[in-house]
């Protein structure tokens, strides 16, 4: 549900856009057209900076019941929008949600999902945000008729927001935390009912031998993503979304739906559904293929396709064969770089920070990684349309190309393989890693 909502929401101003900037009085002017679009990004990089304390304290339940409060304020302060202020205040409202939600969703997934799943699991959540995509996209044909149906699509995208608050109701908090506030007997409850009996005393071993390494306190300080190992880890997660970002996911997908226009697909709608079903194809091939292959592999590989993909339009821009094959040629390059994303560079990211971290930094350091993750989108959808001015597009691309091939070459030389193995493990192996000098 988070995800679907975070990708319904990135999707929802792609029609109506025209509409409301029309009912609200700035149509015409592209500043205030982009400020109601990245007002939403500003409002998701403080919720992600807060979301670390907010799992510390509370627990991953009751932070998912919390923040839908701004999920849903937002998307009806929205939906009753009658002047800029009010449809900015809203969507800076759903972009402090999601901010919180999308560090929350891999934390979680991570803490409560059997060892041999985690992998599978974690990919839901990019799963959701495809869906979401999806939803909303077919959702805002209408729009093209209806000028006032952004309106309906704002108080849809309240809903999700109350079906989380009521169904996280009955779901578990992560047994981890529980076991970091000392409440043993719910946490060998939930051991018990999700990962079965033989796992329980080897799982509680397990996270006390690790609590008493990294100490008793709950509440972890922003100063300790400064010390080793945390501060490594907390280098490895920024750095992964500064090459995600800059690899120019956002910026292709922007552009798509114009290389769609050459081959005749006029429809931008069109268009963007042909984008997300095949980001929803590459996420499924990634649940498959996440606990078979491993996360090292499986981002080594992605990024290798995305340099290839977009290497591929380059050629087809730079030695024009023949116009329709050219024109063939830049799709492909397009539907093969957003499939190879959704297998590895889309999922993974978010998937391998929190299995890298602590028990208690976990919070802490996802906070730090996602804020370094919307900072980068801002400036990729602040930059992307000028640099493609001033250097054409080829250069773009050929920028972009570069970077997915460093990616690789980061996520072989920086990365360990997780697959398979506990979050204890894992951390074990790093400290130890640490206290022997080794990577």
Known sequence: MSNFLFGYHIGVMNGPI???????????????EGLV???FI???FIG??????????????????????????????????????????????????????????????????????????????????????????????????????WRTMFYIASMPGFLLALGMQFTVESPRWLCRVGDMKDAQTIIRNLWGDSEVDKAIEEFQSNISNDGTDVNSRWMQL???????????????????????INGVLYFSSLTFQDVGIA????????????????????????????RRRLLIGSYLGMAVSMFLIVFAINYPLEEDFSNNLSILGTLMYIFTFAIGAGPVTGLIIPELSSSNTRG??????????WVCNFLVGLLFLDLVEIFGVASVYAGFGSVSVLSAIFAYYFLVETKGRSLEEIEMSLNSNMRGGGR
């Not at 194809?281 to 606990?291: E, F, R």
């Not at 802490?364 to 993750?373: D, Q, Y």
Request: charged share 10%.
């Open 18 to 32: 025209v509409s409301i900037a029309r009912e609200l009085g700035f149509e015409g002017d592209p500043i205030l």
């Open 37 to 39: 679009v990245s007002i």
């Open 42 to 44: 500003a409002g998701a």
């Open 48 to 149: 992600s900076l807060s979301s670390g304390s907010l799992v510390d304290k509370l627990g991953c339940r009751r932070t998912f019941q919390i923040d839908t409060i701004p999920l849903i304020l937002g998307a009806i302060v929205s939906a009753q929008a009658h002047s800029l202020n009010e449809i900015l205040l809203g969507r800076f409202l759903v972009g402090l949600g999601i901010g919180v939600n999308t560090v929350l969703v891999p934390i979680y997934i991570s803490e409560v999902a059997p060892t041999k799943y985690r992998g599978s699991l974690g990919t839901l959540s990019h799963i959701g945000t495809c869906l979401g995509i999806i939803f909303s996209l077919c959702l805002g044909i209408p729009a093209e008729h209806d000028p006032h149906w």
């Open 226 to 248: 400064l010390e080793e190992p945390h501060s490594r880890v907390a280098f490895i997660g920024g750095a992964l979304f500064v090459l995600q970002q800059f690899a120019g």
């Open 267 to 294: 429809s931008g709608a069109l268009a963007s559904l042909f984008v997300g079903l095949t980001n929803f194809a590459g996420a499924l091939c990634a649940s498959y293929l996440m606990d078979t292959q491993g």
């Open 364 to 373: 802490k350091i996802m906070s730090f990684s996602f804020s370094v993750h």
